[in-house]
């Protein structure tokens, strides 16, 4: 029998948890918040716009779920650590921190100035260090539960996307450093990376037509996208004490594309001349 996702994730799962987000005025992170604040935790939102953050707090308390949103642009470390200072006045010790903020574009290297290449390595892989090492002073510990989303560019090169390469290699070795540094004090350090995400601006970007969707599709060995919920729940399990033995964990939430492509011309054997 084929176990959903809902016989896991109950109601009232997440009651009594504190989670901080970063990055959280939208999309896959956007998605965590709201999982956490449907499941009773109380959710805090960081974003370099207070407009946006703003929103998206909004939007899960008129769902009656528990959030504030404070400005603070991730590569800007003195602004996360006063971040951490507010949600930490206001809901106490941190149970769970969401590093998920994130900048990309496609883009050859020929043609990649070095401030476009810093600028991703500023908000991923910089803007990761200031949330995780602004946040140890606020985090329950032990118990505390530190994710960084990451992406299968870390491992895999991928034409076009070296800066996000770069970033996201960084993003896992900190994360899995941490997990060696912190596990002593009881706090758990890991990482997702999110494969092709269907509810997201970045895949309608990507794939702005049905012919380009289902061609990309069929390169996923599970023959579909994910979805934010998918992250989500996952997300959720790692901050909960049913994963209270992992960290330095880089979990792939992909539908199997860091495989590499199973689409039927991959599978097809060579022909012979």
Request: glycine letters at 12%; hydrophobic letters at 45%; charged letters at 20%.
């Amino acid at each position: 029998m084929t176990t959903q996702s809902a016989d896991i994730i109950r109601p009232g799962a997440c009651t009594g948890q504190i989670v901080f987000v970063a990055g959280g005025s939208g999309g896959i992170n956007l998605g965590i918040a709201q999982r956490y604040a449907e499941l009773g935790a109380s959710v805090a939102l960081i974003s370099r716009s207070q407009e946006r953050v703003d929103a998206a707090a909004a939007e899960i308390t008129s769902r009656g779920g528990i959030a504030m949103g404070v400005e603070a642009d991730v590569r800007d470390s003195a602004a996360v650590l006063q971040a951490f200072e507010k949600v930490h006045a206001a809901y106490g010790d941190i149970d769970v921190v969401i590093s998920g903020a994130a900048g990309n574009f496609l883009a050859p290297v020929i043609g990649l100035s070095t401030n476009a290449f810093r600028t991703v390595i500023d908000i991923d892989l910089i803007g990761t260090f200031n949330v995780f090492r602004s946040c140890y002073d606020f985090i329950a510990k032990p118990g505390a539960s530190l994710i960084a989303i990451t992406a299968g560019q870390a491992v895999r090169p991928t034409m076009f996307q070296a800066h996000a390469c770069a970033a996201k290699a960084g993003v896992n070795l900190l994360t899995q450093t941490l997990a060696m540094e912190w596990g002593p004090a009881g706090i758990r350090v890991n990482g997702i990376a999110p494969g092709p995400i269907g509810d997201t601006e970045g895949m309608a970007r990507l794939a702005p037509n049905p012919e380009i969707t289902e061609r990309l599709k069929s390169r996923i060995p599970l023959r579909d996208y994910g979805t934010k919920s998918d992250i989500a729940d996952l997300a959720v399990f790692l901050g909960s004490a049913n994963a209270k033995y992992i960290s330095g964990a880089i979990l792939d939430c992909d539908g199997g594309s860091i495989l590499g492509d199973a689409s039927a011309d991959a599978l097809a054997p060579p022909k012979r001349n």
